[in-house]
Structure formats: structure tokens, C-alpha cells
Nanobody, 115 residues
Framework: VQLVESGGGLVQPGGSLTLSCAAS????????LRWYRQAPGKERELVAS????????TYADSVKGRFTISRDNAQNTVALQMNSLKPEDTAVYYC?????????WGQGTQVTVSS
């Protein structure tokens, strides 16, 4: 089982990044997918989630209107499109797959928003 995030990096305030998480080793289409983030010295927080079918999404208030989560069950991937980035979005971003009591985490990808 693997979840591998990619797409992180350094971006200026107001810029955009798209994170991707590629899954393998499990029945991806059954799982709820979520993106979390953890900034230095802070607890990990839920950023966005998408249901198994991909037709229902939820977002943290802090990213609503700026971030978009989407999934491709044919490609076993989940993406997080991040626009209008702010310095406070700086964190390590993780994807998580959940099906009932089974949970898998990726290793994380660093996003740094700075001028």
C-alpha cells in the first residue's frame, strides 16, 4: 500500500500550486480521501475531503473558495488545487485514505509560501 504526494514547493503569496497524491495497493475507489496539513509547532489539521464517488467535497473555513479537491478513480489519484496562497498556508501537506476503520497516510509534501 502506498500514498505518494507530490507537487509541493516554494511559491510567492498569491500564487498557485497543485498537489497530487498517487495511490496503489488498495481499492482506491472505495475510500474517502482527505488532505491534511501540519505547520511547525501546530497540530495537523483537516484541509479538504472528497467522498468515494467524488461528488461531495468539504473544506476548512480557512481554505474555502481558494482550494479545490478532486479525485480520479480511474487513475487512483487525488489532487488539491491551491490558489491565492498565503504565508499561513505554509505546512507539510498529507493525503489520507479512509475506508471504515482502515486508514492510510502519505509521507507528506512541503508547501512554503513566502516572498
Amino acid at each position: 500500500v502506498q500514498l505518494v504526494e507530490s507537487g509541493g514547493g516554494l511559491v510567492q503569496p498569491g500564487g498557485s500550486l497543485t498537489l497530487s497524491c498517487a495511490a496503489s495497493g488498495f481499492t482506491f475507489s472505495r475510500y474517502v480521501l482527505r488532505w491534511y496539513r501540519q505547520a511547525p509547532g501546530k497540530e495537523r489539521e483537516l484541509v479538504a475531503s472528497v467522498n468515494a464517488a467524488g461528488d461531495s467535497t468539504t473544506y476548512a473555513d480557512s481554505v474555502k473558495g481558494r482550494f479545490t479537491i478532486s479525485r480520479d478513480n480511474a487513475q487512483n489519484t487525488v489532487a488539491l488545487q491551491m490558489n491565492s496562497l498565503k504565508p499561513e498556508d505554509t505546512a507539510v501537506y498529507y493525503c489520507k485514505a479512509t475506508y471504515f476503520t482502515t486508514t492510510y497516510w502519505g509521507q507528506g509534501t512541503q508547501v512554503t509560501v513566502s516572498s
